[in-house]
């Protein structure tokens, strides 16, 4: 079975600050491991990825996550955050082992960015 | 611009009353998925399409049916809706069903059950 936590319902940051989402997973095999953003009634947007290879993954938007296989974690980052990045944020996981087309969410954590 | 359509944008239906949302896609993918979210809570995968091959989740009530006519339709039925089918329905679509594979979200039918 595989899992996806984001331990964080909210987040709450200043415009300008550096933002944290936190993203936790279990999985067997080697992970693949997804970001998504989702605005007030619209669909999930797709962020970044991660596959293989570096374990920084840079994204749309200025967005970028690292991978850490050691803590099983790949936080959503972004130097400095703005207004606009306020919205809900999803991370997801599949595996080599995964059933095709099953995605397994985190809860989300909403994101808002004061001015 | 390729993209996942979605109409209509905000469905409204009585209780019992068969509805139909549709996708559609320029992506000429081989994956359509269809997940139902409630409450901004994370989506629930229903099913999906690899091609033409059916693919039901086992929790997926049986009200829930869908239909791919062709690479570029997909529909979702459901046949006697309740209060609780209340959610926004999200259409996806991925070039294969590959766990590496990245799934483009159409914006969402949102679904009000009177």
């Known amino acids: 079975a595989q899992s996806v936590a984001q331990p964080e319902d909210q987040v709450n940051v200043a415009e300008g600050n550096p933002l944290t989402v936190k993203c936790t997973y279990s999985?067997?095999?080697?992970?693949?491991l997804f970001w998504y953003v989702q605005y007030p009634n619209r669909g999930l947007q797709f962020l970044l990825k991660y596959i293989t290879g570096d374990n920084l993954v840079k994204g749309s938007y200025g967005f970028e996550a690292e991978f850490n296989k050691s803590q099983t974690s790949f936080h959503l980052k972004k130097p400095s955050a703005l207004v606009s990045d306020s919205a809900l944020y999803f991370c997801a996981v599949r595996s080599y082992n995964t059933n095709a087309g099953k995605s397994t969410f985190g809860d989300g954590t909403t994101l808002t960015v004061k001015p | 611009d390729a993209m996942v359509i979605q109409n209509p944008r905000y469905q409204v239906t009585q209780f019992g009353k068969p509805v139909t949302l549709s996708c559609s896609q320029t992506l000429n993918h081989n994956v359509m998925y269809w997940y139902q979210q409630k409450s901004s809570q994370a989506p629930k995968l229903l099913f999906h399409y690899y091609d033409k091959d059916f693919n039901n989740e086992a929790d997926t009530p049986d009200n829930f049916q869908s239909r791919r006519p062709n690479t570029s339709f997909c529909f979702l039925d459901i046949r006697s809706p309740g209060l609780g089918d209340a959610a926004m329905y999200l259409c996806?679509?991925?070039?294969?069903?590959?766990?590496?594979?990245?799934?483009?979200f159409g914006p969402g039918t949102r679904l009000l059950v009177l």
């Open positions: 999985v067997s095999g080697n992970p693949y």
């Open positions: 996806a679509t991925s070039r294969d069903p590959g766990a590496q594979e990245t799934q483009y």
